[in-house]
């Protein structure tokens, strides 16, 4: 460790004792989106998925994994998207979206409209800007040695009853099986062109973000949580003057492994798409936005080329 490094706050202090102000921050920017065949009813509730929000000059989308832009781009379906003081049904227009899938691609977007977007913002929601956007590969989270955390709204979480669904937001510290000392997942590839990265969740002990203690916690399954959002903490290169502001969107969540055993523990492996390719598609199919994206991520151009 050199000399800068041994000045750097103690990351798993912060995810422990600020957990609350972690989860407040990142819950502003995601959603649950919840498809129905056809009317919104009961009966026709089919599946759960989360996202997370961002505005590219003018424009409002929804990042997510593909399998679920998939999901709400079949004409049979409706999305609702619960949001703060609203009762009603909201029903946002969807402008665009796009997906890739298949060949280990699982990203995706959908565009809304700008008055949903204003009508999202008016009940608590923000769109984040690209200034809290990071885009890192496997060599930096190992170099790193930080912390993450993987958002969204699991489906065990959820409770589906004659007023309708209603979904509770999950936030889980932890770290990458890339980072040094960390469990490594049979499927953990150590390739940093391939599009994922895996977190590490032990199934016996989590920080509870509330309380800051270190306890027997439930974690909850990850269906329904595909296409949360998954932020850095960003402790390294940061000095001790750490705060939320700190954080940053890396990538989202596609899904997870079944239990592993390593060494009589049991983990989960969640697997995270970088924040790159979501950037990529949206770069390739707006001209207009391309120019921006490109200037803060030049690598991004090579696909262009």
């Not at 940053?248 to 492994?257: A, I, Y």
Request: aromatic share 8%; with cysteine; glycine share 6%.
């Amino acid at each position: 460790m050199n000399a800068d490094q041994s000045n750097l706050i103690n990351p798993e202090e912060i995810v422990a004792n600020r957990g609350r102000e972690i989860g407040d921050l990142i819950k502003s920017h995601s959603v649950a989106i919840i498809m129905y065949a056809g009317k919104v009813i009961q009966d026709s509730y089919r599946a759960l998925a989360s996202g997370a929000l961002i505005r590219i000059q003018n424009r409002q989308c929804i990042l997510s994994a593909g399998h679920c832009v998939e999901g709400i781009q079949r004409s049979e379906y409706s999305i609702v998207i619960p949001i703060t003081n609203s009762r009603h049904i909201f029903n946002p227009r969807i402008v665009n979206s796009n997906y890739q899938l298949g060949n280990d691609c699982d990203w995706g977007y959908i565009e809304i409209a700008q008055h949903d977007a204003a009508t999202m913002e008016a009940n608590r929601s923000v769109f984040m800007n690209l200034d809290r956007v990071q885009i890192i590969n496997i060599d930096d989270i190992a170099l790193a040695n930080d912390w993450f955390i993987l958002s969204g709204y699991p489906r065990e979480l959820a409770q589906v009853n004659d007023q309708g669904v209603s979904v509770q937001f999950s936030h889980i510290s932890t770290k990458s099986s890339h980072s040094e000392n960390s469990p490594k997942s049979p499927t953990t590839s150590e390739n940093e062109d391939m599009p994922c990265f895996y977190l590490v969740l032990r199934l016996d002990s989590a920080v509870d973000n509330v309380s800051g203690n270190q306890k027997v916690s439930f974690v909850p399954g990850l269906g329904g949580a595909s296409g949360g959002g998954c932020w850095r903490l960003n402790t390294y290169p940061v000095s001790k003057s750490w705060d939320p502001s700190c954080l940053r969107l890396v990538g989202v969540h596609q899904g997870s492994t079944d239990k592993e055993v390593i060494n009589g523990i049991d983990y989960v492996f969640a697997r995270q798409v970088s924040i790159e390719h979501h950037l990529s598609l949206i770069s390739h199919d707006y001209v207009d936005l391309r120019k921006e994206i490109i200037h803060r991520w030049p690598n991004i151009s090579r696909q262009f080329s």
